[in-house]
């Protein structure tokens, strides 16, 4: 191992931190899914630049004065398919930590390995929270069966994200390559997020077809957040907006799904909708500081080294 992943944002001088972006590739050239499923996502989504490297991300945002919260997806059992090296991730954020903030993943059918997993993760290599995306990974978020990765997560104090609402993932395919729909219904964290009260769970993507079921979530439980990636701003559900700029204002996080889509096209979409003034700061940035604990006085204190180390 390089070195364990610390905070090294100087927050004053990011524009905006993007809770959502994938890291798809490793240095080695192993891709984080099968090919069938790369393809038909880069299809449903357009994108140009499928995969760049970690480095390459980080320079990107260093040049869009954000920082960015990376991840893959660990579906091995479901996919029969290993994902890109986690641990990579970690250091190539660790390289880069004024800019990047690694998210882990664990493979949820892997049971008590899955735990110890997490708990590896975060200990050794300072991963600031897990990405799961319950259709691809093949498994029911609320299914009792999970619990015991919960419990760990939240033990550790770093949040969960979770995939839902409609798949890009196997979208176009016969059967949609096998991925259930189903498994990404926000309800099926409304338990997730009742019994494990301190676990921060964040809900990724307007839910469409469920928005109202996140939206209704999300108002209801205070450890509920919701990310808006992987839509353009243009399209999202008036209801979302309408959330947003109300009982949510302080609960809605920018995230882009890069390299699937850019900041750039976001951002540019956003500016075009009905978002009060006084709600975009919050949705850009504040809102994620205060989720990952950058607002605290060790979260400003590594950001401060790292402005000075540069000065």
Not at 29 to 52: C, I, N, Q, V
Not at 213 to 232: F, M, P, Q, Y
């Amino acid at each position: 191992m390089e070195m364990r992943y610390e905070y090294g944002l100087d927050l004053a001088s990011l524009d905006a931190i993007d809770m959502h972006v994938h890291i798809e590739c490793s240095d080695h050239g192993h891709a984080s899914l099968p090919p069938a499923l790369t393809e038909a996502s880069a299809k449903y989504f357009k994108s140009e630049d499928r995969s760049p490297s970690l480095d390459t991300i980080a320079e990107r945002y260093r040049e869009w004065r954000m920082a960015a919260v990376v991840f893959t997806v660990d579906a091995t059992t479901a996919l029969g398919h290993e994902p890109n090296s986690i641990e990579e991730i970690a250091e190539g954020a660790a390289r880069n930590n004024d800019v990047l903030i690694p998210f882990g993943s664990v493979d949820p059918l892997q049971g008590s390995r899955a735990v110890d997993r997490a708990r590896m993760l975060v200990e050794d290599y300072g991963v600031k929270g897990f990405k799961f995306h319950p259709s691809l990974q093949g498994f029911d978020p609320s299914d009792q069966q999970f619990y015991p990765i919960y419990e760990a997560i939240s033990a550790l104090g770093v949040p969960a994200l979770f995939h839902t609402g409609q798949n890009g993932m196997g979208a176009g395919l016969p059967g949609g390559y096998g991925i259930k729909l189903a498994y990404s219904n926000p309800m099926l964290l409304d338990a997730v997020a009742a019994d494990f009260p301190e676990l921060q769970v964040i809900m990724a993507h307007p839910s469409v077809p469920w928005q109202d079921e996140a939206n209704s979530i999300a108002t209801h439980k205070s450890n509920v957040w919701i990310d808006l990636s992987g839509w353009s701003p243009k399209y999202f559900p008036e209801s979302l907006v309408r959330a947003s700029n109300t009982m949510l204002a302080d609960k809605v996080l920018f995230g882009t799904d890069y390299p699937l889509i850019s900041p750039r096209k976001w951002l540019g979409a956003f500016e075009q909708q009905s978002f009060k003034d006084e709600v975009r700061p919050k949705i850009l940035k504040d809102n994620a500081v205060r989720l990952l604990g950058l607002d605290t006085a060790a979260g400003a204190a590594a950001g401060a080294a790292r402005a000075g180390e540069s000065a």
